[in-house]
């Protein structure tokens, strides 16, 4: 083996990572179009935040998985200076406003969409690199701010054609969670880590059951592999306590309850006399108040006391859009999409920068995410872009020719183009076939002499050759090809394109 060819590069996709064919590409931006449509009639305006930040802007908050200090892609620049890849679009916005603070009306309503990237390990459908479509609200503390995140969320889903009932959005506030850790004892700054084991541990609950939950509140799960998570090592008391908020939701009493309803059933737990707890509850109290006003049922966004959200950055209100719809996958097993974006108030995350407490609040969707939800479901609009008509050339010293015939049919907003590559006719027809041209023009002397041109209608022929079973009949196919004048090409190619 030479060296030239051992040291030839594998052609692979790198791990965790995808390429993206064209009919996703262009089902994903009408979706973007649809949400970006809601967005702007709320007010919310466009701007954008790059790629790569300084590493300490994106600060302590990680991305909330089991190896945070992994968690993003980062590299040093030639001043010495540490930058990374955003895993977010949140902590650039932060850093935009503080950055702008002077210039930007308050509260500033902007929404963006991008790549974030995750340094994790990736797994079936988990992806280092995905997109997000975020709106957010910065410097209102009221709850109208995040009653308003969530009733967009709602009539997002419904743009994007879900229907009551097919989707919910899932509202919870921090701050009873906090209530709960000052209740079992985790109050203190050598808690955080302890504080973060116990969120992430409520977080796996769909996955998990309880079962699996109270292993990791405990001493810890080891999983069918082998593997063992470390657990927070809380009492027993303490995992009762937890369990009795969990309950709530596990237990089905509050199934088909109104919102203000399981707000009550809140206010029974043993530590519902908590002062942050209280707050967490009168801020519900008050969104709620805000949905039924605007007329937004608890089928479309719901009280739900298993909403943990990971993000440590969370301060208030967290919210996740859950899709409903029963479906299967291609293997026909049953499918539960779950959450297909989420959010929730960060008080705290301008203030890294500014000293100063800068209420916000926002909502964040997983593209990719929800365009697979909808695509499975039927609800995904997919254009039907028509393959481009190719332009044979037959001859190279008449290139000019082939392309004025080219730009006539894209005047006519016909796509359109000439072949220009170097092979033959009949590598030219491979190549118009596999590029899913629905027709080839085609132009050589003889036809150049009489002022013609051929278009072969490559679908048709293909639907003619399938049923051939005798030279006879092979003669027709040459019904998919017609003759035509020059001046006839446009409407000739326009009136193949309608069959």
């Given amino acids: 083996m030479s060296t030239d060819k051992q040291n030839r590069p594998k052609a692979r996709v790198a791990k965790g990572f995808r390429d993206i064919g064209a ?155 906090d ?58 008391v303490s995992i009762v306590a937890i369990r009795e908020l969990i309950w709530l939701k596990q237990s089905g009493d509050l199934e088909g309850k109104s919102n203000s309803a399981i707000l009550r059933e809140y206010g029974k737990l043993s530590f519902g006399a908590n002062s942050k707890f209280v707050d967490g509850l009168a801020e519900l109290g008050d969104m709620d108040r805000l949905f039924d006003g605007s007329g937004y049922s608890s089928d479309q966004i719901a009280i739900d006391p298993s909403i943990i959200r990971g993000l440590e950055y969370y301060t208030g209100p967290v919210f996740e859009c859950e899709l409903l719809i029963p479906t299967t996958d291609e293997d026909g097993k049953p499918v539960r999409f779950g959450s297909v974006g989420g959010g929730g108030r960060y008080d705290d995350l301008v203030a890294r920068f500014t000293g100063q407490q800068v209420p916000a609040t926002g909502f964040s969707i997983g593209v990719s995410r929800l365009y697979s939800a909808l695509k499975l479901v039927g609800k995904a609009e997919e254009l039907n872009v028509t393959a481009p008509v190719v332009v044979l050339v037959l001859d190279k010293d008449r290139q000019g020719d082939y392309w004025r015939m080219v730009q006539t049919l894209r005047t006519e907003g016909i796509r359109a183009e000439m072949y220009v590559g170097t092979a033959g006719m009949k590598a030219q027809m491979k190549y118009a076939d596999k590029r899913g041209a629905p027709l080839v023009v085609i132009q050589g002397g003889d036809e150049q002499a009489k002022g013609e041109v051929q278009i072969k209608d490559l679908r048709l022929g293909s639907e003619l050759a399938s049923g051939i079973a005798s030279r006879e009949e092979y003669a027709a196919q040459r019904l998919a090809q017609v003759t035509v004048k020059e001046d006839e090409l446009v409407s000739a190619v326009k009136k193949a394109l309608s069959l």
């Fill in 23 to 177: 009919e996703e590409i262009r089902g994903v931006r009408q979706m973007l179009a649809k949400i970006q449509t809601v967005y702007e009639a709320y007010g919310f305006e466009p701007v954008e935040q790059p790629f790569i930040e300084y590493t300490d802007a994106l600060g302590k908050f990680l991305p909330d998985q089991d190896r945070p200090n992994a968690g993003v892609f980062s590299f040093q620049d030639d001043d010495g200076q540490w930058l990374s890849l955003r895993y977010d679009l949140t902590a650039p916005l932060a850093r935009y406003v503080a950055e702008n603070q002077q210039k930007l009306p308050t509260p500033y309503r902007s929404y963006r969409q991008g790549w974030v990237f995750r340094n994790e390990k990736p797994g079936p459908g988990r992806f280092r690199q995905f997109m997000q479509f975020d709106a957010d609200t910065v410097g209102s503390a009221s709850p109208a701010a995040d009653a308003e995140v969530c009733m967009m969320a709602a009539d997002t889903m419904e743009a994007l054609g879900l229907e009551r009932g097919q989707y919910r959005i899932n509202v919870n506030n921090r701050k009873i969670l």
């Fill in 179 to 236: 209530g709960m850790m000052e209740h079992i004892g985790l109050v203190e700054e050598s808690d955080q880590a302890r504080r973060l084991t116990v969120l992430r541990a409520l977080d796996k609950l769909d996955r998990l059951k309880w079962s699996g939950v109270e292993a990791l509140l405990g001493d810890g799960r080891t999983d069918e592999s082998g593997d063992h998570t470390p657990g927070a090592q809380l009492s027993p």
